[in-house]
């Protein structure tokens, strides 16, 4: 059965097979995760990133899909990035759903990579604006209907990596009001 964790701490030092960066749709790097990510996986992780461009996102990857890279130097084999909603920025529905699909997309990429431990942060909660306490809603309870079905199920273990404790709190909050198993470590 897959593990559902919460760890406070650096998504970029996490040992796992695959983290999941919550990209801008230029896949060039960019603030928060997006640019801690670039910057301690190095310049293979722009490169891979650059040829996607030249070939099947010249536009953009688009909200709600994901792609995946190598890891370059980070402790990973890979990156899935994915493109999370700006709150706001489609009508509520719409933008949930989009959010959720980041979480998809990310695990079954992830699983199709033959990737067992993923690294998974609050995306679209940092310059994107939305809330934290209805992200992890979101999050967590797709995460958890997609451990139960489908390539997901055969992750051993979803990671999500909370840079700050107010951020830890609210993923907790919400995990235990959804029921879901209590595992955590608030070590990096």
Not at 31 to 52: F, M, N, Q, S, T
Not at 110 to 127: E, I, K, L, Y
Not at 167 to 185: K, Y
Request: hydrophobic share 45%; proline share 4%; with cysteine.
């Amino acid at each position: 059965m897959t593990q559902i964790t919460l760890v406070q701490g650096d998504i970029t030092k996490q040992r796992v097979d695959a983290v999941v960066n919550a990209a801008n749709s230029s896949l060039l790097g960019g603030g928060g995760v997006d640019g801690a990510i670039h910057r301690a996986g190095g310049p293979e992780i722009l490169a891979e990133c650059r040829k996607l461009r030249a070939s099947h996102y010249g536009k953009g990857l688009p909200v709600g899909q994901a792609v995946l890279t190598t890891a370059g130097k980070l402790p990973a084999r890979h990156v899935v990035h994915t493109v999370g909603p700006v709150h706001g920025g489609h009508a509520y529905e719409r933008g949930a759903e989009l959010l959720a699909s980041c979480y998809r997309e990310s695990l079954r990429l992830a699983a199709q990579a033959g990737d067992r431990v993923v690294a998974v942060p609050a995306v679209s909660t940092g310059v994107y604006g939305w809330p934290m306490e209805d992200a992890a809603r979101i999050a967590l309870s797709t995460v958890a209907a997609e451990l139960a079905r489908g390539p997901a199920a055969e992750l051993a273990e979803v990671r999500f990596v909370l840079f700050d404790a107010a951020a830890f709190q609210t993923f907790a909050q919400v995990r235990d009001a959804l029921g879901l198993d209590p595992r955590e470590s608030r070590e990096g």
